[in-house]
């Protein structure tokens, strides 16, 4: 997708996160958690980049899009002004990456909810902070797996 169709900017960044599928109305755990990063991140959606897809035959993009009740989880606790957050996001797109030896798989997702809720404008203003030094070295190191431009 190109920057010209988003509908908020993005922001460069490789913040860790935690991702599990739940059910979107008990919280029941289908898989995980995956580890993961966020590589850009907007008020509406983020980029994951992720090296492990798969839990016990739950694929984490093709299974949560099936089951209708599941949700991705976002667990983001990085930044140091940022208590934990929880975000919830459905898959949107999924691409593998490969660099000689290296397999990783970039994810789409779009957030469930509003973009002006308190934790959301909490975590982007903690990431704002900070996002500088993440953002520079995605922005050096990040093209190696096509990510940043």
């Given at each position: 997708m190109d920057s010209e169709s988003?509908?908020?900017q993005r922001i460069l960044d490789y913040l860790p996160l935690e991702v599990r599928v739940v059910g979107a109305q008990d919280n029941r755990v289908f898989a995980g958690p995956f580890a993961g990063r966020i590589i850009d991140l907007s008020a509406h959606g983020a980029c994951l980049l992720m090296s492990q897809v798969m839990h016990n035959n739950f694929h984490?993009?093709?299974s949560t899009r099936e089951v209708d009740d599941c949700v991705l989880q976002l667990m983001?606790?990085?930044p140091p002004d940022l208590n934990q957050c929880?975000?919830?996001a459905q898959p949107v797109w999924?691409?593998?990456v490969r660099q000689e030896e290296i397999r990783a798989f970039?994810?789409?997702v779009e957030f469930i909810g509003d973009p002006e809720?308190?934790?959301m404008l909490e975590l982007r203003e903690a990431i704002r902070q900070n996002q500088g030094q993440r953002g520079s070295w995605w922005q050096k190191f990040g093209r190696?797996?096509?990510g940043a431009p």
């Open positions: 988003r509908r908020s984490v993009f093709h983001i606790d990085h929880m975000l919830l999924m691409g593998l970039k994810m789409g809720d308190p934790q190696f797996i096509g």
